[in-house]
């Protein structure tokens, strides 16, 4: 079994408050709204005291950059609710800011779920090229809808981490999957594959783990670790199947009410961090791996790889029209062949 340590890595920390946070990376305890806005901000994964010290970094960059006029108040570990509480507490005003899986992002920018296509990028070159051509649509999109997108990215590579092997999909037929509600795409891939998930909400998936109600989840290293599923885990899957993507977004409401001169400052903030700091996060994905094959996690090797991506590939052509345009899914795949290994 892993141990705690491995979600207390500091590249781990560094890396999901670079990319999940962004641009707003920091936690303040409750002040009087005289001395600036507070803007309340819900993640997912728990507090840790290495990441304590990563977001104090950040916050004094943006106390500096801001001159105190912005604020962060930090809900940890779901304390706000459920991503889709949260996103309904966005907005009636309850909550500014959060990060967020693709598939809610789809509520205000629907066509975003193209970057989840399944077995559609193999390679980080493809997934930056697709996101860097059609992410500036989607931004407009959301904020139309209510949303400032402050930046996309990625927290890496799509694994299996289950309680016995799964090599093939008939292993995958014998299990009791993790199922997000929220997931058309994951759905349909059920479907297809003649599984049945068992549909939960993020911060419902640990406990479900420990008590057995599930036996395999989808998740990248990096998350896997940093929201402690694995464990309740004692295998991992080799190849990547595909990359966890999402965006850091704040309500429009909030976005407008802050200064222009606090907006420049925190667009500059995100633009000089983001390529240093999603690089970094990949790194960190890559370590988490290590760390969990180091501390007990067995690698399993996927078999018959192509058929996996056979089917991703009928989900991909199931969603058109019902998620994305063919016009945007031949865009996505003709950038991302441009890349290809």
């Known amino acids: 079994m892993v141990g705690q340590k491995v979600s207390g890595m500091r590249g781990l920390a560094l890396a999901l408050l670079a990319v999940l946070l962004g641009v707003v990376p920091g936690t303040f305890a409750a002040k009087a709204t005289d001395e600036g806005q507070i803007l309340k901000v819900a993640l997912a994964i728990p507090r840790s005291q290495e990441i304590e010290i990563e977001v104090k970094k950040y916050n004094e960059k943006l106390a500096a950059l801001t001159n105190n006029s912005v604020k962060v108040r930090i809900y940890w570990g779901g304390a706000a609710g459920d991503d889709l509480d949260v996103l309904r507490k966005m907005k009636t005003g309850q909550m500014d800011a959060t990060a967020i899986s693709l598939e809610l992002c789809s509520q205000f920018a629907r066509q975003a779920l193209v970057m989840a296509s399944p077995a559609l990028f193999t390679n980080y070159k493809q997934l930056d090229a697709v996101r860097a051509a059609l992410t500036p649509s989607f931004d407009e999109e959301a904020y139309q809808n209510g949303m400032k997108v402050m930046g996309w990215g990625d927290v890496g590579r799509l694994r299996l981490m289950s309680k016995q092997p799964v090599s093939t999909l008939a292993d995958f037929r014998k299990m009791r999957p993790w199922l997000y509600p929220q997931s058309e795409m994951l759905k349909d891939f059920y479907k297809q594959v003649n599984a049945t998930g068992v549909p939960l909400g993020l911060i419902e998936v640990y406990g479900a783990l420990q008590t057995n109600m599930i036996d395999v989840v989808w998740i990248s290293s990096l998350m896997g670790a940093a929201l402690q599923w694995h464990t309740g885990t004692h295998y991992i899957s080799e190849q990547g199947l595909g990359f966890i993507s999402g965006a850091f977004i704040i309500r429009r409401g909030a976005w407008d009410a802050l ?65 994305y345009t063919r016009e945007l899914l031949n865009k996505a795949e003709s950038i991302a062949k441009q890349y290809a290994d």
Request: glycine share 4%; no cysteine.
């Open 259 to 323: 200064p222009q001169n606090v907006k420049d400052s925190m667009l500059k903030m995100a633009s000089e961090m983001r390529e240093k700091n999603q690089l970094e996060a990949r790194k960190a994905d890559e370590r988490a791996y290590k760390k969990l094959i180091e501390r007990g996690h067995k690698p399993v090797k996927i078999d018959k790889l192509p058929e996996w991506q056979k089917i991703g590939e009928t989900v991909r052509e199931h969603m058109v029209g019902r998620i």
